[in-house]
């Protein structure tokens, strides 16, 4: 295939379509296995998230229904380019206006790993350059280009070799799930929380506590998957823009969402902090959430506190860097919770999530198990102590 000529993908509604779902670093094997559940067709683990296939209608249910995923992008072209023209003329040969009107506003952001091309900046404008040509050679008009809050955002993607375009389906990233949260120093987001207790192996009806629980991510996603609802109920979807939504078949797919959802109900799930203003934040979230009696919070000192079951699951992100001052301190804290964990939970499962590897050694107990995640840019790992009686210390 000669370079700029690109394999476009528009397709009729039965077809089958390929997606890219990007995901924090690290948690792409878990949404793999996500979406395979989700009904996606040949999931594939990569470095930045997870390729895979399926109808069209596939978008309204991943949209709705994952947990771990950023955003679901719908490929509509993939072509192998030398120069900057080759990825102009590759975007200009797209029916753009077969995916989306001309009176939608539009954002073309561009990534790129092991590219030779010098800015992109520049391809980001070429390809703005070539979606606006094609709309005005195919129907007089051409999208205005929005930055803030565009009707439709397109995704370029350059590798050393190749040039690929996404339609984001989307819109706002898929861990903002509809509704403003209160957060502190050190929010997690939703999606890597959601990650995380599912590499943690968390499943519903287990005993889960979070006992430096800060605003409550890990309480209000485990249970929300407790009462089965789905993430992406209370948000609107870059889709509903794009001309081939249906309406009928997403206002089905979201009632049948809300009919499988169980009421609230009081579930062991318990979260504490330290302190009153980052459990104040805890509150409200849980309490917007309609979680206020689902889940059990308390002011309480880690360092003095008992397992509230006999064997359960800790899902933790303790404090690492500003949430509790200088390093002094935290070398001083995390000897005396590992001496909690190995003393008050035996029988339990500890997932410690540390920004700081430093501080993670001082817990002073031997790991089963080491997963490198990112929280942002911020590399991370997530650390698992099986508490068994005679057993952990270093």
């Not at 009904?39 to 596939?58: E, H, R, Y």
């Not at 050393?160 to 990233?173: F, I, N, Q, R």
């Not at 990650?195 to 943690?200: F, H, S």
């Not at 650390?383 to 057993?391: H, L, P, Q």
Request: aromatic share 8%; charged share 25%.
């Amino acid at each position: 295939m000669a370079a700029g000529s690109p394999r476009i993908l528009v397709k009729q509604d039965n077809a089958t379509h390929e997606f890219f779902a990007p995901c924090p670093r690290g948690l792409a094997p878990a949404l793999a296995e996500e979406l395979g559940e989700l009904g996606a067709k040949g999931p594939k683990a990569l470095d930045a998230g997870v390729a895979f296939s399926g109808p069209f209608d596939l978008i309204y249910t991943t949209n709705l229904h994952s947990r771990i995923a950023s955003r679901i992008l719908w490929r509509v072209a993939q072509f192998p380019y030398r120069k900057e023209d080759d990825i102009y003329a590759g975007a200009a040969a797209v029916r753009w206006n077969a995916y989306f009107n001309a009176d939608r506003t539009i954002k073309v952001e561009t990534n790129a790993h092991r590219s030779p091309v010098k800015s992109l900046d520049f391809i980001t404008l070429r390809v703005k350059d070539a979606v606006a040509d094609q709309f005005r050679g195919a129907t007089g008009k051409r999208p205005s280009v929005e930055t803030r809050e565009p009707d439709v955002r397109i995704h370029v993607f350059l590798d050393d070799k190749a040039c690929t375009l996404y339609v984001d389906t989307s819109g706002e990233s898929l861990f903002k799930r509809g509704k403003r949260d209160h957060v502190g120093e050190a929010p997690l987001k939703k999606n890597l929380a959601a990650g995380i207790l599912r590499l943690a192996g968390w499943k519903p009806g287990m005993p889960l506590l979070d006992p430096m629980c800060g605003a409550g991510t890990f309480l209000s996603e485990a249970a929300e998957m407790s009462l089965e609802r789905a993430p992406g109920r209370h948000r609107e979807f870059a889709f509903a823009k794009l001309s081939r939504f249906n309406e009928s078949t997403w206002d089905r797919m979201l009632a049948n969402a809300r009919k499988v959802e169980r009421p609230p109900q009081k579930l062991p799930i318990h979260g504490s902090d330290l302190y009153g203003r980052s459990l104040g934040h805890a509150v409200l979230n849980l309490r917007e959430a309609g979680l206020e009696d689902v889940v059990s919070l308390k002011q309480a000192n880690l360092l003095e506190m008992s397992a509230p079951a006999a064997s359960g699951m800790i899902v933790t992100n303790p404090p690492y860097g500003v949430r509790l001052g200088e390093k002094e301190q935290l070398a001083e804290f995390y000897p005396k919770l590992g001496d909690t964990l190995k003393q008050k939970f035996d029988g339990w499962t500890a997932y410690i999530f540390s920004g700081d590897p430093e501080l993670a050694k001082l817990i002073r107990l031997k790991p089963s198990r080491k997963t490198v995640l990112y929280n942002g840019a911020l590399e991370c790992r997530l650390y698992e102590y099986r508490m068994v009686a005679g057993g952990n210390r270093k």
